[in-house]
């Protein structure tokens, strides 16, 4: 097998393939985005504890959401979406709009609203660390690396802001820092792991939509919690990032979700564009003999300088 | 920040958020499929509309500036040696001073796009294989120097020999120099950058030779620059034909490449390299100097706007999720059907 052959993963314990001697178990997130309500606890807690900085005051009329999304300076984000579908077999609200009808009467005739409920979905976004990490693969400095626990973290004081992670992240989390230059992520609070805290997001979740531990674990534990959902008739349930023979081997921070990934603002199919990086390069090669040849063959085919062409 | 304030004699001041027009600014989508804005656009889910993946942070001029001028310097260093052991000084004088040149604005934009500029020898700080820009850094960090031996050797006429051997070195790492740089951009999850990256490296080289022969016919005596007019006929028609081809297998990605500035950059790229492809051809055969001259110019801003085209239609597809979504979504239901 030659090198261009080999895929660029270190298999699910990732810590262990980065020669990690006695890597603790792989540790990670569960967000069970069915229990989440929005509270944004998770957002707080993490700007706190990691003291990231404020990164504008917006409103953007999105529903509660005005974090929008994860950067730099975001390391959590809570989306809301508005849909009017009923949960399961729930009625929630829009219930008997007909009887008022011409008591207001500037209000134009709406009409007959009949019980057809509304769901709100309210999920937790954070960096997914990974099996294989694009960011880690591509960041030419090893700002970028893989601690003992399999998570994924940027050094900041190796980091020189090339900023080559921000595009290769297939989720869109990792960014750079305005006024600052490096790039900046969730690092699952690796400072409280080392000392067998939890994450602040975690510690901080009043629901356990947020759910930390030994990946294995969480694993479990969300199979169970999706039987369940789907016994009780929530069949729109769905495990997203938990499958280790995914686009990126799993990942580490992982979800039940209630819709569509996209629906959320997450891909649907995230495959790590590394995994094509050996093509790249065997392309790149027969294309670089190309160019050598086609210049060669220019001159070759001119002849003597001067000479009729 | 409201500066009302509620007592037991009403209200006071002003109340903003009263007058909030909540949700006048939602993009369109928010959980529901975004409506198709246009006919012939797949509906898909989105969460208001917002991109997936991050915008790319590197910045014109300095990135895609980069691209042209290490694709210049890479195959013009090429075309400096195989100019000298032709005997054609005057195309290897010219071609190894741009290649220097291009090399050392290619060091000051890659350290100008840097968030910590201070930080820049990190680069050489490991190597890594599965990084192209760790790999380019080292190619780089020998191109230049080399590249710049050969062309002061050339231009003053001292250390012949020493001025040869680095020609050669810079001659064997400039097609690298101008290749890698494919695998840099396809190596991301830019839809416009990573699909179709099975044509990128072959763009690449086209236009980087495109970019030497322009140089070549540009500065170049007459007598000496008829390699570089059949050179520029062939890379040019090359480039042209490799894009088109490229636009086709990347499915609605394609869009990308000919909305907004990327539209437009790609069809001025279009129009200079073939017209400056065919004046290279009648260039060659009628060996008039205004010809070659033309044709010269028409390459090189053909080549950068290549190269210009391709960065902002990256940029472009990494804001909007519908790049990102229906390409994924599609090869879902590709193995699904598979599956089934």
Known sequence: MSLLDMRFDNGQEAAAGSGYADAPPRMGFFTDTSVCIGCKACEVACKEWNQIPEDGLEFTGMSYDNTKGLGADSW??????????????????????????????????????TAEGIRWLMSSDVCKHCTEAACLDVCPTGALFRTEFSTVVVQEDICNGCGYCVPACPYGVIDQRHGDGRAWKCTLCYDRLGVGQEPACAKACPTDSIQFGPLDELRQRADQRLAQMHSVGVGEARLYGRDPD???????????????????GLPPDPVVTTRDLPKMWKLAG???????GSIAAAFLGAGRPGGAA | MSTDAVTTDGTTGIHPGREATVGANVPPGGGGPRKAKRRDEPEFGSYYDLPVINKPAWESPDIPGYLFLGGLAGAGAAVGLAAQG?????????????????GHLSLVALVHDLGRRGRFLNMLRMFKVTSPMSVGSWLLSGFVPAATVSALSAVTGAAPALGTLASAG?????????????????????PAWHDGYEYMPFIFVSSAASAAAGLGLLGAPVSESTPMAF?????????????????????????AFHEGKAGRYMKAAEALTAGGAVLAAAGGLTRRRSLRAAAGAMLLAGSAFTRFGIFEAGISSAQDPKYTVVPQRERLEKKARKGT
């Open chain 1, 246 to 264: 995914d686009g990126v081997g799993g990942d580490g921070a992982f979800f039940l979700l209630l819709d569509e990934p996209e629906v959320y």
């Open chain 1, 286 to 292: 027969v294309a670089m003999s190309v160019l050598g």
């Open chain 1, 76 to 113: 959590r984000h809570v989306a809301f979406i508005e849909q009017p579908k009923s949960l399961a077999g729930q009625i929630t609200g829009g219930v008997g709009m007909a009887a008022s009808s011409g008591s207001v009467a500037s209000v134009p005739t709406a009409p007959e609203v």
């Open chain 2, 86 to 102: 032709t005997g054609r000084p005057g195309l290897a004088k010219v071609s190894k001073i741009g290649a220097a040149v291009a």
């Open chain 2, 170 to 190: 810079a001659a064997v790492l400039g097609p690298p120099v101008a290749t890698y740089t494919a695998a840099l951009i396809s190596n991301t999850a830019v």
């Open chain 2, 231 to 255: 050179l520029g006929a062939v890379a040019g028609l090359s480039e042209v034909a490799l894009s088109k081809v490229h636009e086709e297998s990347i499915g609605i990605v394609k869009e």
